[in-house]
C-alpha cells in the first residue's frame, strides 16, 4: 500500500465547521465545477502547470451526489469516490468504489489559535511495483496540488 500526503494547508478564511459542512457533502461543489471551465484564473493556474485549459470542459461530465463523485478517467472508464466515513469537523474519508485502482483518501481538517483551519489530505492506494514508478511522483504532487486547491475555496459563500 503506497501512501501519499500533502503539506499541512492553512485556511485563514474559513473555520473546521464550514470546511467539514463543505466536504461532507459533494453536491455543494456543483456551482464550482460549473463555472470552472469559464474561471479566467483556473485556466491561467493549469497553464502554468503545463496541463491543457480545454480539459476543464470535461469536468461537465463528472457526477455528484452528497456521498460520491465520479470522474471520467481514460483507459479505466470511470473513477468513483464514495465517503464512507465522515467526522464531524474533523475529516472525511473516501474510498473508490467500482474502479481498478483501490484507494482512500482522508482529507483531515484542524482549528488554528489564531483563527482559521489548517488542513491535510492523505492517499493510501494499492498500486503495485510497476504503477508506483509510472504515476508515483504524479500522485505525490497530485495530492498536494489537491490540499492547494481546497486550501483556496471559498467555503463561507457556498
Do not use: H
Not at 113 to 121: E, L, N, Y
Request: charged letters at 25%.
Amino acid at each position: 500500500m503506497a501512501k501519499y500526503e500533502s503539506e499541512v494547508k492553512m485556511v485563514p478564511q474559513a473555520t473546521c465547521e464550514q470546511i467539514y459542512q463543505k466536504l461532507a457533502n459533494l453536491e455543494t461543489f456543483r456551482p464550482v465545477l460549473e463555472s470552472a471551465a469559464d474561471n479566467p484564473v483556473i485556466k491561467q493556474k493549469l497553464q502554468e502547470a503545463g496541463q491543457d485549459p480545454s480539459q476543464l470542459d470535461k469536468l461537465k461530465d463528472v457526477q455528484l451526489t452528497n456521498d460520491s463523485v465520479s470522474i471520467p478517467a481514460p483507459m479505466i472508464g470511470s473513477l468513483t469516490l464514495t465517503i464512507v466515513d465522515r467526522e464531524e469537523n474533523r475529516c472525511v474519508k473516501m474510498e473508490t468504489t467500482d474502479s481498478p485502482l483501490q484507494a482512500t483518501l482522508w482529507i483531515q481538517m484542524l482549528p488554528v489559535s489564531a483563527g482559521g483551519a489548517k488542513i491535510r489530505c492523505t492517499l493510501k492506494a494499492e498500486l503495485n511495483m510497476m504503477m508506483k514508478m509510472m504515476i508515483g511522483k504524479k500522485l505525490e504532487k497530485g495530492i498536494d496540488n489537491f490540499a492547494d486547491m481546497l486550501a483556496q475555496l471559498p467555503y463561507q459563500m457556498m
